[in-house]
Nanobody
Framework: QVQLVESGGGLVQVGGSLTLSCVIS?????????????MGWFRRAPGEEREFVAA????????SYADTVKGRFTISRDSAKNTAYLQMNNLNPEDTAVYYC????????????????WGQGTPVTVSS
């Protein structure tokens, strides 16, 4: 059973930074298998639909960002550690949400429905 576990969320003031981590475990979590999967980060704000934040391709050559976070967030991955990251800088109250990591086979996607595995989420609150 593949598991994704997010961590790193918390309370931060406007303009602050956080780094989220997503550790993948299970039968296809080795570096060999990690190379077959793209990773994505999504978020759901209170009362809102889940939205795409960022994605990184299986070979790390391609990244994609929502316009609302472009230039402030950076997605990365370390296949040797079975971990994906989301570095978030210059946070603002509109970034307050539960953040989820997800994994899908092969290519990146901005659509949540394309991802096969999801974590439970880590909450981020940005106070003004």
């Amino acid at each position: 059973q593949v598991q994704l576990v997010e961590s790193g969320g918390g309370l931060v003031q406007v303009g602050g930074s956080l780094t989220l981590s997503c550790v993948i475990s299970g039968p296809t979590s080795s570096a060999f298998f990690m190379g077959a999967y793209s990773m994505g980060w999504f978020r759901r704000a209170p009362g809102e639909e889940r939205e795409f934040v960022a994605a990184i391709s299986r070979n790390t050559f391609t990244t994609s960002y929502a316009d609302t976070v472009k230039g402030r967030f950076t997605i990365s991955r370390d296949s040797a550690k079975n971990t994906a990251y989301l570095q978030m800088n210059n946070l603002n109250p509109e970034d307050t949400a539960v953040y989820y990591c997800a994994r899908r086979l092969y290519t990146c996607s901005v659509y949540a429905a394309d991802y096969q595995y999801w974590g439970q989420g880590t909450p981020v609150t940005v106070s003004s």
